[in-house]
C-alpha cells in the first residue's frame, strides 16, 4: 500500500511562504514517483475539499486553480520520492488543511487534472493557517 504523508503547514504571514511536502513510501521505503501524478487538495472549515494543484506523472505539466495562479507551484524530486508545494504570497483564504495525493492512472501522464475520483492514494493531511 503506497503511503503519502504530508508536512511543513503551520502558521504563515499574510503574504509570506510556507512550502509543504508530500513523501511517499511502501512499508517505510522510498520509492519511484515516475509514474504517478500528484494532486495537492484544500479543505477549508466548512467547505468541501477542492484541487489546488497538480503535476503530471511526467513531470512536464501542471493544471493549477485560478486561486492560486501566479504565487502557488509544484515541483517533484522523484529521487526522494518527494513533491512539494511552493506557497507564496499567503492570504488568509489560503487556511485549510491540506492533503496530496496520488494517482497511478495512464490518463495523467501527460496531463494531470484537479478531479479528486482519479485519485487513488490520499495522506492525512497538514493544516495551514495563514494570519497575522
Known amino acids: 500500500q503506497l503511503q503519502l504523508v504530508e508536512s511543513g503547514g503551520g502558521l504563515g504571514q499574510p503574504g509570506g511562504s510556507l512550502r509543504l511536502s508530500c513523501a511517499a513510501s511502501?512499508?517505510?521505503?522510498?520509492?519511484?514517483?515516475?509514474?504517478?501524478?500528484i494532486g495537492w487538495f484544500r479543505q477549508a472549515p466548512g467547505k468541501e475539499r477542492e484541487g489546488v494543484l497538480c503535476?503530471?506523472?511526467?513531470?512536464?505539466?501542471?493544471n493549477s486553480a485560478d486561486s492560486v495562479k501566479g504565487r502557488f507551484t509544484i515541483s517533484r524530486d522523484n529521487a526522494k520520492s518527494t513533491v512539494y508545494l511552493q506557497m507564496n504570497s499567503l492570504k488568509p483564504e489560503d487556511t485549510a488543511i491540506y492533503y496530496c495525493?496520488?494517482?497511478?492512472?495512464?490518463?495523467?501522464?501527460?496531463?494531470?487534472?484537479?478531479?479528486?475520483?482519479?485519485?487513488?492514494?490520499w495522506g492525512q493531511g497538514t493544516p495551514v493557517t495563514v494570519s497575522s
Open positions: 495525493a496520488a494517482s497511478a492512472s495512464d490518463e495523467l501522464f501527460r496531463t494531470c487534472m484537479l478531479w479528486k475520483p482519479v485519485y487513488d492514494y
Open positions: 511502501v512499508s517505510g521505503f522510498t520509492l519511484d514517483l515516475d509514474h504517478y501524478a
Open positions: 503535476i503530471s506523472g511526467s513531470g512536464d505539466s501542471t
